[in-house]
């Protein structure tokens, strides 16, 4: 048994635990003494307090109560209101998974409700917010987590075992080093390697979906191990960030995945589709879907500032990037106090219809990893309200002229803030009720923002939770999920909005309405993301305004009549936020490392940083490893 459960047992009345084992960095009792699981005299209150570690007490399997009964004794607590729609039991773990569509109303004034449900059925009750809008996906991956209980226990316990079996490797002195796997003075290919004498840990690891160079991290690197990787950080979805996961469990690793649940689910989803998208260009994709299962099986979720360690030497908290849903920046403590690293990966330092800008408070910190996609000197973005003015008066005068606004968007982030943005002003009257059409993976990226509406901005959180008005469940919102449907709105509708992949139209269905559309001048198109060199979508932007579409072997030349827009948007930080968040870290740090941009932003920025904070800054190139302590 491990020392530190050794600790804790002196503190513990001897006969009353039956069993002691790790969940990640938590560490689980069990007991079969019904008063002591029911009213342990704060006893294990103290030993949190005193090891400053989670440790949880559950009743020993043997004395829960039978699972039909149970189940039973708990429809009968909980209240109708709460639209309770599954309820999971998980025997070995002694914990009963209740899905609720208002888990407030499950838990109950102060968790009364859950404490009734301790105390009649001796279960541990875990309520999961069933979302508004059903996600198959979501219902997959908790599938994936229940059917594979038993493994991910003994996965669980293992990894407490490499938090707190002490050091592997001899400890002689104490550094840190970042090595560049990629990520290095170019957009994308992010992928950070840390080492301490004790540690090694991935932050990132992507996949360059725009293009067969460079397309994935240097894992060829003499430093990086794969059977010596502790553990891997994943800070938000995008695939620039998190392609590569289901590669390393391809080639053996068994470690854990860090990341918000959020992330897990919008990542699995894209990755998934990436190999959909592979295949039917005929590729073979580099993982399958069962290498993204094996993800999902060892990812453990954090929700933002959760504390936990992920090695003996580094301490990993997420906090808020405002990047994208559950979009996170890694904050790392190590070596008990030798230092503090923030990376920020994309960051927005300000607030949007959906998110809160990124956080700026930290116990500490000493080296920030800083990202410079829109570094450069001359990278500034109209403010956001501009940009949301302008897009409404587009849509405005379009609706006008009885004419449709197609939007090609990414399936995540811009698309679910155009959804608030559009329902916010029928809610308001300042647009007549019209339609949004929302096709395929869009449609499905919103249902899992509505399975965590606790990570959205504090008017959208309100609005949900206190007015009982989920802006995407407005009536104005239709799912487009076939070519049938398509055709209908294309042919047989009115004025309306249509948000559809891909956002450069490059393949996917927005392809496909602007075939239809671009003749008719009523019509409006809006660019709202990048457009990246060579796609369809910055032809149109260049000024090209006849297309030859392929259909088969048809070949058909399209006049691009509709008017064509360009909204100023990103999700990421811009020159002057970057700077403003750089003034707001709080406290200062001393060193600044600038990556993720292209090489001239990198360096723009890192010599202003340097200027205007009197602070050393670093802007390191691919395979080079910076030595931060
Ligand atoms: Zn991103």
Redesign the pocket.
């Known amino acids: 048994m491990s020392e530190i459960i050794n600790e804790i047992m002196k503190h513990l009345p001897k006969d009353k635990i039956s069993d002691a084992c790790f969940e990640g960095a938590n560490i689980v009792l069990y007991t079969k003494s019904k008063e002591f699981f029911l009213n342990n005299n704060g006893i294990i209150k103290k030993i949190v307090d005193d090891i400053k570690k989670r440790v949880e007490l559950r009743p020993d399997p043997a004395i829960t109560k039978d699972i039909e009964k149970a189940e039973k004794e708990i429809k009968s607590i909980l209240p109708d209101e709460a639209g309770v729609k599954n309820i999971i039991f998980d025997p070995q773990r002694s914990r009963v998974i209740i899905e609720a569509e208002k888990p407030g109303l499950a838990i109950g004034k102060q968790g009364a409700l859950l404490r009734d449900i301790r105390t009649k059925t001796l279960w541990v009750p875990l309520i999961r917010r069933t979302p508004a809008i059903r996600s198959e996906l979501i219902e997959n991956i908790r599938a994936v987590l229940y059917q594979n209980s038993d493994y991910r226990r003994k996965f669980l316990d293992k990894v407490g075992h490499r938090v707190y079996d002490g050091w592997l490797r001899e400890k002689k002195h104490e550094w840190i080093r970042v090595s560049y796997l990629g990520g290095g003075r170019q957009v994308g290919r992010s992928a950070l390697f840390l080492q301490t004498p004790e540690s090694r840990v991935l932050m990132d690891c992507r996949v360059n979906v725009a293009s067969d160079e460079e397309a994935y991290p240097l894992l060829e690197a003499p430093e990086f191990n794969i059977n010596e990787l502790d553990a891997v950080i994943i800070t938000?979805a995008?695939l620039?960030?998190s392609g590569f996961v289901p590669y390393l469990f391809k080639y053996g690793y068994r470690g854990p995945v860090y990341c918000t649940a959020p992330t897990r689910d919008v990542m699995s989803l894209l990755l998934l589709d990436y190999i959909k998208i592979m295949r039917s260009e005929r590729r073979d994709p580099i993982f399958t879907s069962d290498d993204v299962r094996e993800m999902v099986k060892h990812t453990i979720c954090l929700d933002y500032e959760e504390v936990t360690d992920i090695t003996p030497d580094v301490r990993l908290t997420l906090y808020n990037s405002g990047?994208?849903l559950g979009a996170a920046m890694a904050h790392l403590h190590i070596g008990n106090g030798l230092h503090n690293i923030l990376y920020t990966a994309?960051l927005k330092y300000a607030r949007t219809q959906l998110l809160e800008a990124a956080h700026t408070e930290f116990p500490r910190l000493e080296t920030l990893i800083i990202e410079a996609t829109y570094g450069g000197k001359d990278n500034i973005m109209p403010p956001q309200k501009e940009a949301d003015e302008y897009l409404k008066t587009i849509i405005a005068e379009t609706v006008k002229r009885r004419g449709k606004v197609l939007i090609p968007t990414l399936g995540s982030g811009r698309a679910q803030e155009i959804m608030v943005m559009v329902e916010g002003m029928v809610r308001r009257g300042e647009l007549e009720e019209i339609p949004v059409y929302i096709d395929g993976m869009v449609w499905d990226i919103t249902a899992i923002h509505t399975a965590y509406p606790e990570y959205l901005n504090s008017s959208v959180r309100k609005a949900i939770f206190h007015r009982d008005q989920n802006p995407f469940l407005s009536p104005i919102f239709h799912r487009v999920g076939s070519k049938k449907e398509r055709k209908q709105v294309i042919e047989e509708v009115g004025p309306c909005v249509i948000l559809a992949t891909s956002g450069m139209l490059v393949g996917g269905p927005s392809v496909e309405y602007l075939r239809e559309l671009a003749e008719n001048p009523k019509n409006s198109l809006v660019f709202s993301c990048y457009q990246g060199e060579g796609s369809l979508g910055r032809r149109i932007q260049q000024g090209e305004r006849e297309i030859l579409f392929r259909d088969g072997m048809k070949e058909e030349l399209t006049k691009i009549n509709m008017e064509v827009h360009k909204l100023e948007i990103t999700n990421h930080s811009d020159r002057k936020q970057l700077m403003n968040f750089v003034h707001k870290c709080s406290p200062r740090p001393k060193k600044v490392i600038v990556n993720h941009g292209e090489n001239s932003r990198c360096l723009d920025l890192a010599s202003s940083i340097h200027k205007q904070f009197r602070v050393e800054t670093i802007a390191p190139r691919n395979l080079e490893a910076v030595r931060i302590k």
Do not use: A, S, Y
């Open positions: 938000h995008h620039d960030h990047h994208m994309d």
